[in-house]
């Protein structure tokens, strides 16, 4: 097996590196000698070590985009056909009150965990980690392999549940017990317990990624990479993956207990019931506890999501308004401190369920703090644009999709993040509204960005613009129209999670409405597909990019290849001598400065230094 | 995986010098190995789970309306007349903390490339993980025959033999997993594939005595564990 | 078109659909109409930097996009702007969350008038006790729960022996009296929800939660689930009729209590039991 490693041939990178500018000293390029041996990297051969179980983070990036995006589509089936009984009750005859519940279950469920987390981390944090920071790959490549096929098994066993006597679980994403177990709730045999296993190995799969991205980031960086010299994008992923490492054990440790209660009959959360008419074995648990367990996860959960999709649009907006991303010092705090508070909010999920409402001062308090550093992010990404040069292409309509969508839903998060304006709002379709508009359509807006950023760097050409907008706009004014007015109806007090809304006299005002939001969303999901079909196009007929296309200065363009091939980096790893942002540089010829370039090649510049 | 070397590196004196360090390029901890940094993170989520699982024990606990059994009782051994409460746990917990010392032993052995010596305190600790998971086995019957189970509970409290299996059983597959490493780890040390460099099974990386060191984080953090385990059930 | 413009009339249509909305809150029928009031605040602080931001964009993209012949300002950070923000936003967020706070703080703290009343939630339906003549609730346990005894009253309880029992999803509320709902569930999670009263909790099995209310205007309310709860969640509802002082007080009479059903029982035993001797 060792003549599949080609280290030996590979240069070490030249401590003192001193390629003299035309003007100024060379004294001034000086970075310090490599710390660390370039790495060992398994070279595949054949098609499956190479594309399948493959070692390098690139692939399996694309794989975990593709399994993810795979799933995405089912949670956007599944949305489908809950729109279609919300809108038009009773048009498609197989629909039950069982259905639409494990419709509502499957359908969050898939779109948090294993859709927007699994891409965003799973996905982009693969790709980009190791070009962003100048490595030649995780450091972990066998077991950043394992984790993917771990995610796979955990794709393939909530699947699975459809097909299991009673179907998947109906108890909603939140899978409360005592309900989620009991009868009464559709899957509450074989769904919930296949849940649980799902979400213990996605646990299990996800760890082994993301001790890969940490210590990636940590250890694993090229010479003149400094903490503050990494683009945003690596700043969010790396927060949120923290994130993930502390939250995702209460989420092990909540479905193991579940499944326990399932299985043996323990009454971890379970007190005394009655259940027609008899009295359950069960008693002595506390259904709140789970409840805590879950949202010590659920919230962080939110902004490992959120995150990422942060960083994400910092670089994406600076790129194309050719300007540094303002602020950057705060854009770095901010994403960290964020992250850290995150972990002392949960309970806001949780004002009106029973728990000792003296813990409402708390959190409402600690939430509102979260809001100040959000605010500033926004401010700063506003703050980018002005004065700057901006290309008004698809990626930047995608951006400012983002900031809109964004600032609506964050604003809204006010009101349900403050205790007493949560009491009249929570359980309503404002919160529907609210966590769509801010941890779907926003993050959504995002990778539809970053898609169109990337992918000249994934498959080495342009998509379509044309397409592209038709694919913005669809998808922003869809997206908008459905999630704008749907506030409203949380207003009027429509409970979430019901099947059909009945007689109420106040609620039937509202059918008009949500027919016209039913209509919307079919509309919006349909767009989606113009981005396959503008991929497929794109690979077959697209136009090449060739190298660094939309003149960034981060180091993932920077690569001897495009697409960067295995090891990313060719004989050398780069020298990064700047932070991430130089566009639009007083003095300097091109309105761009790579991180790669030394100073005394721009030597009459103005560069702040970094 | 690769050696560190920091050669070229100057420390920076006081605590805005600690932050220089922190965020220089290349590495955040200076001279630590990627798979020793990626098991202090990995422990560090461990403990998460750890603490989850005794927080909502201390949650059960505090708010079961049934009476929670009495440790000392429950627990108690009845050796030649006598009955000794908390006997057996403190032979595992003296069991489990000496193999925490012959591990460390076989860290520094293993530095010193003593194959011999890292070899048989390796296998050293293994058995008396061995010893531990056994002495836990023969707890778990000796409950199970008095009619604890994981859902019902005849000293009180249903919760406590939820709780108890649970953890205990959480905690044991851990040290189990460890055991199996720990032969794994004494093989590979007797047959010399850290002398050699010898790439792994799996990940076919080049083999290095800095592996008996990450597995011997690993079953600290284990014993650790368990002294919390102890200290929550038993003294509690 | 632009896409600036695009932009602009995303904005001036929520901002019109905000006016105009035939959708709005139903009519408030309790006491809290602080929490309306924190609501509009809300909306006014979060509604203005909403369209701030976005005009800001939208200004930003007309006047500032692509020329290939001018340079972005080179501005890596701006100290005193950054911390102007910071101390505005914080400023905002304190004005937003004080008025919740207070209100909270009511919300939490009963008033010491307000009658108990005992709300059993399960798998689907609900079901009221309403304290008798001495005014307290007896206590009660899942486990006696039957057909002779539907709330589970501990039978020692002298408390429970006058407790008004009322078996069906409708309950009537003295208009401003405040109350306090007393929430418990025999299964799995609800939630008494009055949109018009604007408050709810959930119920819990296991635990009593609680929360209370004034009511304020007469007339009839629709009771709904706001906490999923199973299959028949969206057809758990109830009624709740506000009646002023002389309508409540003739319903009330009407009402059976505790210590009725059981002599009713025994009665209706004793009779059967005559029958068999018979």
């Not at chain 1, 399994?67 to 995405?72: I, K, Q, V």
């Not at chain 1, 960290?336 to 909010?345: C, E, P, R, W």
């Not at chain 1, 090891?567 to 780069?574: A, I």
């Not at chain 3, 009296?177 to 025999?186: A, Q």
Request: aromatic fraction near 16%.
């Amino acid at each position: 097996m060792s003549e599949d490693f080609n280290n030996n041939k590979i240069i070490h990178a030249q401590s003192s590196e001193t390629i003299g500018g035309a003007s100024g000293s060379p004294d001034m390029d000086y970075v310090r000698p490599a710390e660390t041996g370039d790495q060992d990297l398994y070279h595949g051969h054949s098609f499956i070590t190479k594309w399948i179980f493959c070692q390098d983070a690139k692939v399996i990036g694309v794989q975990y985009f593709l399994l993810a995006t795979f799933t995405g589509i089912i949670g956007l089936i599944l949305s489908w056909l809950m729109r279609l009984q919300l809108g038009f009750p009773g048009l498609a005859g197989f629909m039950t009150a069982e259905h639409y519940y494990q419709f509502v279950t499957m359908h969050g469920m898939i779109m948090v965990v294993y859709f927007l987390t699994a891409l965003f981390l799973g996905g982009f944090g693969n790709y980009l980690i190791p070009l962003m920071c100048g490595a030649r790959d995780m450091v972990f490549p066998y077991l950043n392999m394992i984790s993917f096929w771990m995610f796979f098994i955990a794709v393939g066993v909530l699947l699975a549940s459809f097909f299991v006597p009673g179907g998947p679980t109906g108890s909603g994403w939140t899978l409360y017990p005592p309900q989620s177990i009991l009868e009464g709730t559709p899957g509450s045999g074989w769904g919930i317990l296949l849940m649980c296993l799902s979400l213990i190995l996605f646990v299990a799969g996800f760890t082994m990624g993301g001790l890969n991205y940490l210590i990636t980031v940590l250890q694993a960086r090229t010479r003149g990479m400094t903490l503050m010299r990494m683009p945003l994008t690596v700043w969010g992923i790396f927060t949120a993956t923290v994130l993930a490492m502390l939250a995702f054990p209460a989420l092990l440790v909540g479905s193991l207990m579940m499944s326990l209660d399932k299985v043996l009959g323990t009454s971890f959360f379970m007190p005394t019931i009655l259940k027609a008419g008899e009295v359950l074995e069960y008693g002595g648990g506390s259904p709140i506890l789970f409840q805590h367990l879950f949202w010590f996860f659920g919230h962080p959960e939110v902004y490992i999501v959120a995150l990422p999709a942060f960083g994400i649009i910092s670089d994406l907006i600076s790129v194309h308004a050719r300007k540094n991303i303002f602020g950057y010092r705060m854009m770095v705090w901010a994403i960290v401190g964020i992250g850290a508070l995150s972990f002392f909010v949960w309970a806001h999920h949780m004002y009106v369920s029973g728990m000792n409402p003296w813990f409402g001062f708390f959190f409402a308090t600690t939430t509102l703090i979260i809001a100040v550093p959000t605010a500033m992010k926004v401010y700063n990404w506003i703050l980018t644009l002005w004065r700057g040069n901006i290309r008004l292409n698809t990626v930047m309509l995608w951006c400012l999709g983002f900031i809109v969508t964004f600032v609506n839903g964050g604003i809204t998060g006010i009101f349900l993040g403050n205790v007493t304006v949560d009491v009249p709002l929570s359980d309503t379709y404002f919160v529907i509204a609210h966590f769509h508009m801010v941890m779907g359509i926003a993050p959504l807006m995002v990778i539809m960005g970053a898609v169109y950023h990337w992918f000249p760097l994934v498959a080495g050409k342009f998509l379509d613009e044309k397409l592209g907008k038709w694919h913005f706009w669809l998808t922003f004014l869809g997206a908008y129209s459905i999630y704008f007015p749907m506030h409203y109806l949380g207003f009027i007090g429509v409970p979430r999670r019901y099947f059909e809304m009945y007689d109420s006299p106040y609620v039937t005002s509202a059918v008009g409405m949500n027919e016209f939001i039913s209509i919307a969303a079919f509309i919006v999901g349909a767009a989606q597909f113009i981005l396959i079909f503008n991929i497929i196009k794109t690979l077959k007929t697209g136009k090449p990019a060739g190298h660094n296309p939309w003149k960034a200065c981060s180091l993932e363009w920077l690569t001897p290849s495009v697409p960067p091939e295995h090891g990313n980096w060719g004989d050398r790893l780069p020298v990064v001598h700047r932070w991430a942002y130089d566009y639009s540089v007083p003095g300097a010829k091109e309105d761009f400065i790579t991180q790669t370039t030394p100073p005394s090649e721009v030597a009459n510049t103005e560069v702040e230094k970094t | 995986m690769s050696d560190p070397k920091i050669e070229g590196y100057q420390f920076k004196p006081g605590f805005s010098g600690m932050a220089h360090d922190t965020a220089s390029d290349q590495t955040m901890f200076k001279g630590v190995h990627w798979g020793k940094a990626m098991m202090w993170i990995f422990l560090l989520s461990d403990t998460f789970i750890f603490s989850c699982f005794l927080i909502s024990y201390m949650k059960g606990r505090g708010s079961t309306p049934v009476e929670w059994p009495n440790p000392s009782e429950v627990f108690g051994l009845h050796v030649f007349g006598v009955d000794v409460p908390l006997l057996l746990i403190a032979i595992m917990t003296f069991v489990l903390i000496t193999s925490s010392g012959t591990m460390a032993l076989a860290v520094k052995y293993g530095y010193e490339k003593n194959k011999k010596m890292c070899g048989w305190l390796i296998l050293a600790t293994a058995i008396g993980g061995l010893t531990f998971v056994g002495m836990q086995a023969f707890e778990w019957s000796k409950l199970i025959h008095e009619g604890v189970r994981p859902w019902e509970n005849p000293f009180g409290a249903p919760q406590f033999g939820s709780f108890f299996f649970m953890i205990t059983g959480f905690h044991g597959t851990h040290v189990s997993i460890g055991v199996i490493f720990l032969f794994i780890y004494a093989y590979k040390t007797f047959a010399g594939h850290y002398d050699e460099k010898k790439r792994g099974w799996f990940t076919s990386m080049k083999g290095d005595y800095v592996e008996i060191e990450i597995l011997g984080l690993y079953w600290h953090f284990v014993d650790l564990v368990w002294v919390f385990i102890f200290a929550f059930f038993y003294l509690w | 078109m632009h896409p600036g413009i695009i932009f602009f009339l995303v904005i001036l249509g929520s901002l019109l659909f905000h006016i105009f909305t035939p959708w709005y809150w139903t009519d408030i029928a309790s006491n809290w109409g602080s929490m309306d009031d924190t609501i509009t605040l809300t909306f006014w602080v979060g509604g203005g930097v909403f369209i701030a931001v976005c005009l800001f964009m939208i200004y930003c993209v007309f006047k500032f996009s692509y020329k290939e012949d001018r340079k972005a300002e080179y501005k890596p950070e701006d100290k005193k702007l950054e911390k102007i923000l910071t101390w505005a936003t914080t400023l905002g967020v304190v004005a937003l969350l004080a008025p919740g706070l207070v209100i909270w703080n009511q919300y939490v703290n009963v008033p010491k008038n307000a009658i108990e009343i005992d709300v059993m939630a399960w798998q689907w339906g609900w079901q009221y006790r309403l304290p008798g003549k001495d005014g307290k609730l007896g206590t009660t346990k899942v486990i006696n729960i039957n057909d002779e005894n539907p709330f589970g009253i501990i039978l020692e309880d002298p408390n429970g022996k006058d407790d008004i029992l009322i078996q069906s999803d409708t309950i009537h509320l003295k208009n401003n009296k405040p109350v306090k709902i007393l929430l418990r569930s025999v299964d799995v999670l609800h939630n008494w929800y009055v949109p018009q009263f604007r408050a709810k909790m959930d119920a819990v099995p296991g635990v009593i939660t609680y929360y209370w209310f004034e009511p304020n205007k007469v007339g009839e309310y629709e009771v709904l689930c706001a906490e999923y709860c199973g299959v028949g969640h969206y057809a758990m509802r109830g009624r709740v009729f506000v009646k002023n002082e002389e309508d409540y007080a003739k319903w009330l009479d009407e009402q059976e209590t505790f210590s009725d059903l059981v002599a009713k029982q025994k009665k209706l035993e004793f009779n059967k039991t005559e029958l068999a001797k018979k």
